[in-house]
Protein backbone atom coordinates (compact mmCIF):
# COMPACT_ATOMS: atom_id res chain seq x y z
CA UNK A 1 0.00 0.00 0.00
CA UNK A 2 1.08 3.46 -0.71
CA UNK A 3 0.00 6.51 0.68
CA UNK A 4 0.40 9.92 -1.28
CA UNK A 5 -0.04 13.38 0.22
CA UNK A 6 0.49 16.45 -1.43
CA UNK A 7 0.97 20.15 -0.17
CA UNK A 8 2.06 23.47 -1.59
CA UNK A 9 -1.25 24.66 -3.34
CA UNK A 10 -2.28 27.90 -3.21
CA UNK A 11 -3.19 31.39 -4.03
CA UNK A 12 -0.46 33.48 -6.94
CA UNK A 13 -1.08 36.33 -9.20
CA UNK A 14 -0.48 34.85 -12.85
CA UNK A 15 2.97 34.95 -13.76
CA UNK A 16 4.20 33.68 -10.50
CA UNK A 17 5.18 30.30 -9.24
CA UNK A 18 4.43 27.96 -7.24
CA UNK A 19 6.39 24.37 -5.98
CA UNK A 20 4.31 21.30 -4.81
CA UNK A 21 5.32 18.20 -2.98
CA UNK A 22 4.15 14.57 -2.57
CA UNK A 23 5.14 12.77 0.54
CA UNK A 24 4.98 9.09 -0.40
CA UNK A 25 4.84 6.43 2.14
CA UNK A 26 5.81 2.53 1.28
CA UNK A 27 8.88 0.87 1.00
CA UNK A 28 8.65 0.46 -3.22
CA UNK A 29 8.69 4.30 -3.99
CA UNK A 30 11.91 3.94 -5.69
CA UNK A 31 10.23 1.45 -8.12
CA UNK A 32 7.63 3.49 -9.06
CA UNK A 33 6.82 6.05 -11.51
CA UNK A 34 4.84 8.83 -10.54
CA UNK A 35 3.11 11.80 -12.05
CA UNK A 36 0.82 14.52 -11.60
CA UNK A 37 -2.37 15.09 -12.95
CA UNK A 38 -4.78 18.34 -12.53
CA UNK A 39 -8.32 18.89 -12.71
CA UNK A 40 -10.26 22.07 -13.12
CA UNK A 41 -13.95 22.90 -12.33
CA UNK A 42 -16.19 20.98 -15.09
CA UNK A 43 -13.60 19.30 -16.67
CA UNK A 44 -12.10 16.21 -16.99
CA UNK A 45 -8.50 14.96 -14.76
CA UNK A 46 -5.63 15.65 -17.00
CA UNK A 47 -2.30 15.09 -17.25
CA UNK A 48 0.66 17.09 -16.18
CA UNK A 49 3.69 15.54 -16.16
CA UNK A 50 5.20 12.07 -14.57
CA UNK A 51 8.74 11.10 -13.68
CA UNK A 52 10.49 7.37 -14.00
CA UNK A 53 11.93 6.27 -10.91
CA UNK A 54 15.17 7.35 -10.63
CA UNK A 55 14.10 10.73 -12.07
CA UNK A 56 16.32 10.35 -15.30
CA UNK A 57 13.31 9.95 -17.35
CA UNK A 58 10.63 12.85 -17.68
CA UNK A 59 7.11 13.67 -19.67
CA UNK A 60 5.10 16.89 -20.02
CA UNK A 61 1.77 17.89 -20.97
CA UNK A 62 2.24 20.31 -23.76
CA UNK A 63 0.16 23.04 -21.89
CA UNK A 64 2.85 23.26 -19.33
CA UNK A 65 6.22 22.06 -21.53
CA UNK A 66 8.86 24.51 -20.43
CA UNK A 67 6.80 26.17 -17.58
CA UNK A 68 6.86 23.29 -15.04
CA UNK A 69 9.39 20.63 -13.86
CA UNK A 70 8.99 17.57 -12.33
CA UNK A 71 11.55 16.10 -9.88
CA UNK A 72 11.62 13.60 -7.27
CA UNK A 73 14.33 12.65 -3.90
CA UNK A 74 14.06 9.24 -3.04
CA UNK A 75 15.75 9.51 -0.29
CA UNK A 76 12.79 11.52 0.79
CA UNK A 77 9.96 9.70 -0.75
CA UNK A 78 8.91 13.23 -2.55
CA UNK A 79 8.12 13.84 -5.69
CA UNK A 80 8.04 17.59 -6.63
CA UNK A 81 6.09 20.15 -8.93
CA UNK A 82 7.87 23.09 -9.78
CA UNK A 83 5.57 25.64 -11.84
CA UNK A 84 6.83 28.89 -13.28
CA UNK A 85 5.08 31.68 -15.35
CA UNK A 86 1.24 30.66 -14.15
CA UNK A 87 -1.64 31.28 -15.96
CA UNK A 88 -4.90 31.21 -14.45
CA UNK A 89 -5.97 28.39 -16.99
CA UNK A 90 -3.31 26.46 -14.43
CA UNK A 91 -5.99 26.80 -11.87
CA UNK A 92 -6.99 23.57 -10.96
CA UNK A 93 -6.59 20.55 -7.90
CA UNK A 94 -3.21 18.75 -8.66
CA UNK A 95 -2.77 15.18 -7.62
CA UNK A 96 -0.03 13.31 -7.91
CA UNK A 97 -0.53 9.45 -8.31
CA UNK A 98 1.75 6.84 -8.42
CA UNK A 99 1.71 3.44 -10.58
CA UNK A 100 3.49 -0.08 -9.95
CA UNK A 101 5.87 -0.06 -13.14
CA UNK A 102 8.55 1.94 -13.78
CA UNK A 103 7.23 2.84 -17.43
CA UNK A 104 5.74 6.32 -17.48
CA UNK A 105 1.94 7.33 -18.31
CA UNK A 106 -0.31 10.09 -19.62
CA UNK A 107 -3.73 7.71 -18.25
CA UNK A 108 -4.90 8.44 -15.31
CA UNK A 109 -6.66 5.29 -15.31
CA UNK A 110 -3.16 3.69 -15.47
CA UNK A 111 -2.15 4.80 -12.07
CA UNK A 112 -3.17 2.97 -8.71
CA UNK A 113 -2.50 5.37 -6.08
CA UNK A 114 -3.53 8.62 -5.59
CA UNK A 115 -3.41 11.77 -3.10
CA UNK A 116 -6.28 13.63 -1.93
CA UNK A 117 -5.21 16.70 -4.02
CA UNK A 118 -4.28 20.33 -3.45
CA UNK A 119 -5.71 23.12 -4.59
CA UNK A 120 -4.02 25.91 -6.96
CA UNK A 121 -5.79 29.04 -7.65
CA UNK A 122 -4.24 31.72 -10.27
CA UNK A 123 -5.44 35.16 -10.75
CA UNK A 124 -5.07 37.02 -13.69
Known amino acids: QVQLVESGGGLVQAGGSLRLSCAAS????????MGWFRQAPGKEREFVAA????????LYADSVKGRFTISRDNAENTVYLQMITLKPEDTAVYYC?????????????????WGQGTQVTVSS
Open 51 to 58: VSPVGGIT
Open 26 to 33: GRTFTSYS
Open 97 to 113: ATRRTAVLSRRSNEYAY
